[in-house]
């Protein structure tokens, strides 16, 4: 069997080499002729899987995506072509909840002002947005939760539309798939008028999809110098506009979700997926393929305050040290866009091994509040 993947897939060539002759490639490169005699794909969001990629595949029957995201599958076509395909929801919300959980901690030490005393409008409620909710609960904060085809369809009464949600609201963060048709599409939910409605002193972040905010409508207001944003996707990606990122809070390059954990849970998700429609016995588990973390405990001295969050989130994520590298790439790369483009994939090529709050053991006595920290995520051990 041939399995063809995309070369930034971690742990892929240990894992489906058990199965086949595993050909990796660079993602966006991947094309029609790669995959003729293929039995397999295995890609991450930068290839897009459509009838023009798979129609001379006569042989592919699996296509899996070790993402979240789906809209870079055109499930019709493969459909159509018998062509098996499957993705890794919820692969990625830890890290992409912890991505937005430090920008928030860094701004509110930067101005000043307790995230206590502030409400987060969470636009998508599916695993990313969930999850988010219930680690700002951990930590106190007020969410105002937004999706409408989720409420209609549980009858929630817990929702708000997101114009609510926008007015009353001091952050705005976006967690939705991209959509342009039916009932609720989200492309450019965030557009001129809304953007207008964000009260001086917002936040907005988005680490969803690029054309979920109008760009260029956020770029003009964001000029008026009375608000926050925090891009982690790009219309355009992977070229994106500098007069944009020069006026952005943090930009880093759709990393949100590429924490060392998430991108294994994505890879042995897709690895389980493959197995289980072959009728093999082989089955992975992330946990085991996870190396110890730099700094793997913590041991408290006394109860934890919410003064020492910042210190303890980041010896596991520090969202300045993204933003850092992608502004000096896109500074080197200036207006040059193949730059743009090669600079963008090779940051997220080369990204560093970030971990999650899992990796890192925080101890301490039973009576230290670690179960708040474990609310967040962070494993504990408790002393008696």
């Known amino acids: 069997m041939k399995i063809v993947v995309d070369e930034n897939m971690p742990y892929a060539q240990a894992l489906f080499s058990q199965l086949g002759e595993v050909v990796a490639l660079p993602g966006r490169a991947i094309g029609a002729e790669d995959i003729q005699d293929a039995d397999a794909l295995l890609v991450r969001s930068v290839t897009h899987v459509n009838h023009a990629l798979i129609k001379d595949a006569k042989q592919l029957r699996f296509v899996g995506s070790a993402t979240a995201g789906e809209d870079h599958l055109d499930f019709d076509a493969l459909q159509a072509q018998g062509v098996y395909a499957t993705a890794a929801p919820g692969c990625n919300k830890v890290g992409v909840a912890e991505y ?59 929702m708000v539309d997101i114009d609510t949600l926008i007015a009353q609201s001091d952050v705005v963060t976006f967690h939705t798939p991209l959509t342009s048709t039916g009932e609720h599409p989200t492309h450019h939910l965030m557009n001129h008028a809304r953007l207008n409605a964000l009260v001086p002193g917002s936040i907005l972040i988005n680490a969803a999809r690029g054309p979920i905010v109008d760009n260029q409508a956020l770029k003009t207001r964001l000029a008026r110098g009375d608000m926050d944003a925090v891009l982690d996707v790009y219309e355009h990606e992977p070229e994106v506009d500098l007069a944009l ?56 001295a006394a109860p934890w305050q919410q003064t020492d969050l910042m210190a303890l989130t980041q010896l596991v994520y520090d969202i300045r040290r993204d933003d850092s590298d992608f502004r000096r790439a896109m500074t080197q790369a200036g207006e040059n866009k193949p730059a743009q483009r090669t600079a963008f994939d090779q940051l997220r090529k080369n990204y560093w091994d970030r971990r999650e709050y899992s990796a890192i053991t925080v101890a301490g006595h039973a009576d230290f509040g670690l179960q708040s920290l474990a609310k967040l995520g962070f494993s504990i051990e408790e002393h008696a």
């Open 100 to 158: 937005v959980i430090s920008a928030l901690l860094v701004l509110a030490q930067q101005q000043a002002f307790k995230l206590t005393d502030r409400t987060v409008g969470i636009v998508g409620i599916g695993h990313v947005g969930s999850y988010l909710a219930d680690r700002l609960a951990a930590l106190g904060i007020k969410t105002l939760l937004c999706d409408p085809p989720r409420q209609a369809r549980e009858n929630r009464a817990d």
């Open 245 to 300: 990122v020069e006026r952005l809070t943090f930009a880093t390059p759709h990393i949100a979700g590429y924490g060392l954990e998430g991108k294994a849970r994505g890879t042995t998700m897709v690895f389980n997926a493959l197995c289980q429609h072959l009728s093999l016995p082989q089955r992975a588990d992330a946990a085991d393929l996870l190396p110890t973390a730099p700094i793997p405990s913590v041991q408290l």
